[in-house]
């Protein structure tokens, strides 16, 4: 301390520490501790569920990478699940991501300016019902008028190679990967929704303007200046709706069926990671017990990556659209 | 994408052209249409369903011994997914403000607050049956039988909102502005104090109905509480003590494992009536302080 400084109240110069500094640094001592508590749960939910997954991926090995599960054989191998958790996910997104981009070009360019804010709201309404109630939907409702629809695609397509395979054994009841995948379809809607939304609105008006100048029709427009603008972010709103898509449980759990194995036939029963879990767990001990944890691992891992890769190709365009502006 | 040279001179050509553009303006509003048909159906359906069932029995009745009869009410999973909601509420809420204020006030730009920004928007994607896995592994297991409570529900439900609470803070904090901070510190406040005083009650409002909007959405998650609450047919007030029950939970089960029973599908659907309305209802309070707050704030 410099000994010209002017002259301080009593406290600071007494060596003690000036009033009220503790509690300042309390308190962001706190608040990053509140912060880190994301990083020690995730860490937590890595550790934990792994080591009581350890039982499967000693005695499975690679088995885990078969399609034979089978409790009452003690044999537990998730290709099956992991294969289905794909192609629910998969039917999903490809159900849904037309329409999730048409709505946002809806909302940010064709819809009168007044009526957006009340569109947003009801596709948001959407999000607000729980899974459960779409299950419940999809399971009493929605599934038996679909078992007519499959018996009717699956008897008109039974002479043509490919589709055969894949229309061929529609299930009775209607639970089938397709159910699965149109009611996942339906959740994940406002989420790539509201995130294609906001890339759109980033668009620089001058560049649509530009456009219409030009003679651009709308859809000119939006081909030109909107979508080149937007495709990352377009990337990022898919695998972040891939992500949901996989993860969704009790939805699919009620309205897939329940078989592990490998198949084409998308209108027969399936099971996904998630929902194997879901209808599993109750009667599960022991290695199938520690099977179906493994299964939440390969999940989790799964996830992850999804949303890491996701925000990566976020971050790659925020960098770029930094570097022009 | 280029855009291809366009004669201007072919009035064919201009027809095509205007043509794509009416198809592709009409996919575009048919998209919309296709997303309200099932909003509809369901919405509509939960409500004819439901209201043949509500009555003020169902709602203050306990769960009749089987699933299968009819009769009894859904009061003890109205109770459970109040209390246990509200443990949940009360632990992420605080936890996640206070990791936004870390985020937005101290934290910033530095390495380690971005990294936290990250594991945060990671977390929000980690699937709801792998939380309930988690509190099981680490909760429910090493407490065998009587770690099935209210309490591990409300847990698993925590740790889904969590960073939910911490985004939206964070985002709400963002939009306070410097002014007020640096009019705090002009005279002569700490930056706790600062925050304390001066940021957060400014943002309140906001942070408030975030975290309504964070409340809703696991008000109906199901998939946590399957391996984490147990299951009663008696309302259970007391979250740390015996097992629990729940409006999605009594759904899940009443639908599927039932699913057979008229009686048992009548109770799932008056079950998913009481548990939309509840969730409307949070939805709606965070709107309406929503729109008190920026019309108060537009006006200044």
């Not at chain 1, 000036?18 to 308190?27: K, Q, V």
């Not at chain 2, 296709?34 to 409500?47: F, G, M, N, Q």
């Not at chain 2, 008000?219 to 047919?233: C, Q």
Request: glycine share 10%; with cysteine.
């Amino acid at each position: 301390m410099a000994t010209d400084a002017p002259a301080l109240p009593k406290s600071f110069t007494k060596g003690s520490r000036p009033p009220g500094i503790i509690a300042d640094r309390a308190f962001r001592i706190i608040a990053l501790l509140a912060a880190l508590m994301v990083l020690v749960i995730l860490g937590l939910i890595a550790v934990s569920t792994t080591r009581e997954a350890l039982p499967w991926f000693r005695e499975e090995g690679l088995g885990i990478f078969t399609d034979t599960w089978d409790p009452s054989k003690n044999s537990f191998g998730a290709l099956g699940l992991i294969y289905g958790t794909l192609l629910v996910s998969g039917i999903a997104v490809v159900l849904s991501l037309p329409i999730s981009i048409g709505i946002a070009l809806f909302v940010t360019d064709v819809a009168p300016r007044r009526l957006r804010r009340p569109i947003v709201y009801t596709v948001d309404l959407l999000a607000a019902i729980p899974s459960v109630v779409y299950g419940l939907w999809a399971l009493l409702v929605l599934a038996p008028p679909l078992a007519n629809l499959f018996e009717t695609v699956s008897d008109a397509t039974a002479g043509i190679p490919v589709l055969k395979t894949v229309f061929g054994n529609p299930s009775a009841s209607g639970k089938s990967f397709m159910t699965a995948g149109i009611i996942v379809a339906i959740m994940i809607t406002p989420i790539i929704t509201s995130i294609t939304r906001e890339v759109f609105a980033t668009v620089p008006s001058s560049q649509k303007e530009a456009a219409l100048a030009l003679g651009a029709t709308r859809w000119e427009m939006i081909r030109g200046a909107v979508f080149p603008h937007s495709r990352s972010g377009m990337v990022a709103g898919t695998m972040i709706g891939l992500g949901r898509a996989m993860g969704e449980t009790i939805a699919v759990a009620l309205v897939i069926g329940s078989s592990q194995r490998v198949t084409a036939n998308i209108l027969g029963p399936g099971d996904t990671l998630a929902s194997v879990i879901a209808n599993q767990f109750g009667e599960a001990s022991g290695t199938h017990r520690a099977a179906l944890i493994g299964c939440g691992v390969v999940l989790f891992v799964i996830t992850i990556l999804i949303s890491m890769a996701a925000r990566t190709v976020v971050t790659r365009t925020d960098r770029r659209s930094a570097g022009t502006a | 994408m280029t855009a291809q040279p366009m004669p201007l001179t072919r009035s064919a050509r201009k027809g095509r052209r205007e043509l794509k553009n009416a198809v592709a303006t009409g996919l575009i509003v048919a998209s919309f249409v296709i997303a309200l048909i099932p909003l509809t159906l369901i919405v509509v359906y939960v409500i004819q369903a439901g209201a043949s069932v509500f009555n003020l029995g169902f709602l203050t009745e306990d769960l009749p011994f089987s699933n299968r009869r009819e009769g009894g009410g859904i009061y003890p999973a109205i109770i459970g997914t109040l209390v246990i909601t509200g443990t949940a509420t009360a632990m992420a809420v605080p936890l996640g403000i206070l990791g936004g204020i870390y985020l937005n006030e101290y934290g910033g730009r530095s390495p380690l607050a971005r990294f936290i920004r990250f594991l945060s928007e990671v977390m929000t994607g980690v699937p709801s049956i792998v939380m309930g896995l988690f509190i099981y592994t680490i909760w429910v297991l090493p407490r065998k039988q009587s770690g099935l409570s209210g309490f591990a529900g409300a847990l698993a439900l925590g740790c889904l909102m969590l960073p939910i609470v911490i985004r939206t803070s964070e985002e709400i904090l963002k939009v306070v502005p410097d002014e007020l901070r640096e009019g705090s510190y002009a005279l002569g406040t700490r930056k706790a104090q600062t925050i304390r005083r001066v940021v957060f009650p400014s943002a309140a409002p906001g942070i408030i109905s975030g975290a309504l909007l964070g409340v809703a959405r696991v008000a109906g998650e199901t998939a946590p509480l399957l391996f984490t609450i147990g299951i009663v047919s008696t309302a259970n007030f007391n979250v740390f003590d015996g097992p629990n029950t729940a409006l999605p939970q009594q759904i899940y089960i009443n639908a599927g494992t039932f699913g057979g029973f008229p009686a048992a599908q009548d109770r799932a659907w008056g079950a998913a009536l009481a548990l939309i309305l509840l969730v409307f209802l949070f939805t709606l309070v965070a709107r309406i302080i929503t729109a008190i707050y920026t019309r108060r704030s537009s006006a200044v």
